[in-house]
């Protein structure tokens, strides 16, 4: 009966490597960088793809170098999808480093347990938004402001009391 050999680790070299790793990935959002993997990631920080994932495994909530890399782009996603409503979910896809809407969709779905449409209209619902327009006579109005009957024609001074 064969023994496994019991792998002897130096942890503060992990920590090192796992520092090294997250430094790299938030870097000028090289998370985002596509076709990243370990053995990639291995030659960039001098290191091990063995070490690499034993130190990702060791130091990250998300226990495997794929998926702590798909976490990062998921939260860039999320604050992406909020920043730029104007862009296409496609758009903030490859802004991400996803090409395949379908693989961005999966592992959005994962992260939040909704669409990348459905985040968006959570914090900004369509039919609340309110849209300014302004003109020349009338300054910055809001089209579909709902206003209280009750305070229709109510003088300042009675709003003050309010």
């Given at each position: 009966m064969e023994e496994k050999k019991e792998l002897k680790v130096n942890l503060a070299l992990l920590q090192f490597t796992y520092r090294k790793l997250i430094d790299y990935l938030q870097r000028d959002q090289n998370f985002t960088l596509e076709n990243l993997n370990r053995s990639t990631l291995a030659k960039i920080?001098?290191?091990?793809?063995?070490?690499?994932?034993?130190?990702?495994?060791?130091?990250?909530?998300?226990?495997?170098?794929?998926?702590?890399?798909e976490g990062m782009r998921m939260k860039y996603a999320a604050s992406l999808l909020l920043e730029y409503m104007n862009y296409p979910v496609d758009e903030i896809a490859r802004m991400c480093g996803i090409e395949s809407r379908c693989t961005f969709y999966r592992a959005f779905q994962r992260q939040y347990h909704c669409t990348p449409a459905e985040y968006r209209q959570q914090y900004y619902p369509l039919d609340e938004m309110n849209e300014t327009e302004e003109t020349e006579e009338t300054g910055p109005t809001d089209k579909n402001l709902k206003t209280e009957p009750a305070l229709i024609g109510m003088g300042l001074s009675n709003l003050k009391q309010l």
């Open positions: 920080l001098d290191s091990n793809e063995k070490y690499l994932c034993m130190a990702v495994r060791k130091y990250s909530r998300e226990k495997t170098l794929k998926k702590l890399i």
